[in-house]
């Protein structure tokens, strides 16, 4: 069996903790690990790690997630097309390799708390799939819920599994009741199970379209061209559309195994206040936060003292940069304050204000728009930024701790602690760390233009454009 992880989300649910720069999977939010880690590690002993494939976006993988993408085969994707695509192109690329696997496809983003009935799922699921089946995991419903899409299913057969009848999208409240009073109804969790082979044949008969990239693509893999670069050239042409849409409601092959297993897809705060331990008041607390006299709440710190007093029904989320407030029950429009973040062009959507890279991290300080910011860089023992210039600012460095090995057009020059460089305009640099401590300084950017698409890349050792 190989599992393939879709990690492809854009981070606008559990906004201000997650960016589309650094979405919810590669955050920690139940546990000491990340989503997608613990995603990973559930698969054990059934699926070993080298058979794990995460689907991603390329910008993930070469910039804040790094770190936790670079132990794990990969598909990058140049630009999101739904989860129909990536389904594809994994299951072309298993093909490829001359094997017709079980795949079993997951998001990278849900929270599953018994893991022994998962893999019991996963066993009826397997079963079903080797005789040609699709198989879909369906949620045993916990209360009637507006937030999921939910699946009809018929008779269950003696092995736990039964025929789908429809799927139904995201119905009012009177709908999920109804369905929940009816019975055979469970929420669509996401989750498949089927051989590569089966599922291919399934996309080529109901959405040729995404048939018609997959053949171009296999053409060119077949003259020995890269796989990625096929992909990053390719990949755009997909439609976007989901694998619910494409495949598995117009098809008649899909069977479901309903699981009650302690399942959350952590789509909101009020999902997240669901999965978190609660002290004596209810409240689910985490970081620096003093709470007197509050019942029911979800406050969560990362750099400051939250102090509340008399607070109800009430979630609030502090980063450094942003902080959100909202009654329970509302966190499902916070995705409204990211679309007006965009709409202001505010890049707090985007990205936080420590951005992780392949070769550290950096921390805007200040940034004012009177043509100058203050960043923080810090670069790891071995490492290097890419040999760059900008066409828009100039650049000032001031060591603080460690010591630097500066490329400045013709010149390697070091700099050590308490010393300071200056980068011209339009001059070729690079900043590498040659020691073995935490190269750390701060940056004074200068100029008309300061922000990071203003980077010409001329040599990356982490393969960024």
Known sequence: MKAVILAGGSGTRLWPMSRQQLPKQFLKLGGSSSLLAATVQRLSPVVKQDDVWVVTNEGHATGSAFTELEHFHKILEPCGRNTAPAIALAASLLMEQGQDPIMLVL???????????????????????????????????????TGFGYIQADKQNEVGVSSVLRFTEKPDLKTAKSFLDEGNYYWNSG???WKASVILEEIKKFNPDIDAVLTAMKEAWQQDKNWQEVVRHQFAFMPDISIDYAVLEPSDNVVVVPVSMGWSDVGSWDAVFDISEKDSANNAISGDVIAVDCHNTLMRSESRLIAAVGLRDIIAIETADAILLCNKGESQRVREIVDVLKAQRNTSFHEHTTVLRPWGSYTVLEHQALGYKLKRIDVKPGSSLSLQSHQHRSEHWIVVSGTATVTRGDEIITVAKNESTYIPIGVRHRLENKGKMVLQMIEVQVGDYLEEDDIHRF???YGRS
Do not use: R
């Not at 699921?125 to 009637?144: C, D, R, Y």
């Open 191 to 193: 989750m498949f199970v």
């Open 107 to 145: 998001p990278a983003d849900h929270l599953i708390q018994d893991i022994p009935s998962f893999h019991a799922g996963l066993s009826k699921a397997k079963q079903a799939a080797e005789s040609g089946k699709l198989v879909t995991f369906g949620i045993v419903p916990e209360h009637p819920d």
């Open 459 to 461: 040599d990356d050792k």
